[in-house]
């Protein structure tokens, strides 16, 4: 008798599901009235580089769950932008080419139901590519050229670099990711002899300019070996080879991994170090490249520095801490710099990048005229103002005297 009321009891309760699953089936999303919300008002549009902003009203209906703008690029490929409903604008870009567009706007409630479409035509000024090509000027830089552009909208884009081989072919051989509103980068590695550098640029739409070519002589620029390099242990100096770490990982050739690099004592600030480069040269530049991996921009990665050079280290004066370059050639101050411009333990992709090149500083033209062999470095402020020093790599380039 129980078993027979058990079984009636489960097909009972089986029923009712198959009836909530069926009462289910004929109602829409939660909040949902089935019917299609009002227009959308435009109010204003703002045409802008590369795109628009359209301004609007959304309709008042209670379900309303997002606006939309629906259009086809140059390209005539379907694209939709969707803002939330409690916002009044929505910013179309990614034109590459000046015109006008229809745009239609539409509103969208819970059910999927959608308003008729208020149409509009936008007309894009030109696109930041176009500006940041046209505003290029290039110069003979150490190893190749330097390009200075100017994109004040901050687009991200990409500089591409080609080269022409002995036989006229066109050679691609790399690309610099920025958002700077107005810099200048070096493309380098080349030889000392006159060369044809043709150049366009890209954004993130995959939208290209035309090319502009340049005509530089690279200078001589030649790469420090550093199978000659070593520590000068010198009075005043922090040693870089604590917790584990050692201080020829500054001369390695890896970087970007937190686990390689040179790394002091938590101690006061300024830290110095003092290096044998095995050679001496009149030096035209060098790279730091920062302990990289999750302490990119942080811990101990030199922020403000100053580096110091001499021939050799005779006759040097007593060691003074107040004055770590009494005796020693100023060859310049330095500061990082960091693309994002965020806070110490937030990056970008662009910062890693950026880190991973390695830091590009110049020496001036005086510091230029002096043949050095011996390097100190001093690190007067970390990155996050942490009292430890960190270094992931050095470079130098120059012209080598012996």
Known sequence: MKNKIYIKFFNVFILSLLIACIDDSEHGPY?????????VIVDEIINTAGGAIIYFTPPSDED?????????????????????????????????EQGTYPVDVIAVDRGENE???TTINISPLEAPIHAILNSMIGNDD?????????????????LNLSTLDDDGNLVFRESF??????????????DSVPTTFIIYVEDKWGNQTTTRSFEATPLEDIFLDKAYWAIESMPGDESFSEYGFSA???????????????????????????????????????????????????????????????????GLPIYDPDDPGDGWISLGTFE???????PPGSNTAEDYEYQDNGEDFVFGYDARQYDIRYIRLVNIESW???????????SFWGSIIN
């Not at 909040?31 to 227009?39: F, R």
């Not at 150490?142 to 990409?158: C, L, W």
């Not at 990711?177 to 080349?190: D, I, L, P």
Request: net charge negative; glycine share 10%; proline share 4%.
């Open 64 to 96: 309303l769950l997002y606006v939309k703008a629906s259009f086809e690029d140059e390209n005539e490929i379907e694209r939709e932008v969707i803002v939330s409903s409690v916002i009044d604008s929505l910013s179309i870009v990614g034109f590459a």
């Open 384 to 394: 996050n103002n942490q009292m430890v020093s960190v270094i992931g790599e050095l």
């Open 177 to 190: 990711y920025t958002s700077q509103a107005n810099s200048s980068y070096s493309f380098r590695g080349y």
């Open 142 to 158: 150490f190893g190749g050229i330097n390009i200075s552009y100017e994109n004040p909208t901050r687009a991200e884009v990409s």
């Open 336 to 342: 990082s710099f960091k693309p994002s411009g965020l």
């Open 248 to 314: 020829n990982q500054i001369w390695d050739g890896y970087w970007s991994n937190q686990w390689n690099c040179g790394h002091t004592n938590f101690l006061p600030l300024p830290h110095q170090l003092t290096l044998d480069l095995g050679q001496t040269a009149k030096l035209n530049r060098f790279k730091l490249y920062q302990r990289g991996g999750s302490e990119l921009y942080k811990h101990g990665n030199p922020k403000i520095f100053k580096i110091y050079g001499r021939e050799n280290l005779e």
């Open 115 to 117: 308003s008729l479409p």
């Open 31 to 39: 909040g949902s009235d089935n019917i299609a919300p009002g227009i």
